[in-house]
């Protein structure tokens, strides 16, 4: 039976209390545990297109060497610098690596 005793209501309180905040942070660390693996997915994503358009962006300045009439669109695109009034490219010092 249980007693009536204050000091035994008390503690019994506090595990309760302990054991409810110990399973409200487990709930929340779980859930952004998802959120980070989700975000780490998104990243991964993202860095695979950017290394996909980089080496696109590289193949279009190499073939621009040997077909300059797609030198306007890289221009327009930001790929290449101004054309300066010799009439060869310079290089874009805006223009983010």
């Known amino acids: 039976m249980l007693r009536k005793d204050p000091v035994l209501i008390g503690w019994t309180l506090t595990l309760l209390a302990a054991v409810t905040i110990t399973a409200a ?34 193949e279009c300045i190499e073939y621009s060497k040997n077909n300059p009439a797609i030198n306007p669109i890289l221009l327009k695109v930001g790929l290449k610098g101004k ?11 805006n223009a983010k690596q």
């Open 25 to 58: 942070f487990c709930c929340w660390y779980l859930t952004c545990s998802r959120q980070l693996q989700n975000l780490q997915r998104e990243i991964v994503a993202i860095n695979r297109n950017r290394a996909i358009l980089q080496a696109l962006g590289n």
């Open 83 to 93: 054309l300066d009034p010799s009439g060869s490219a310079s290089p874009n010092l």
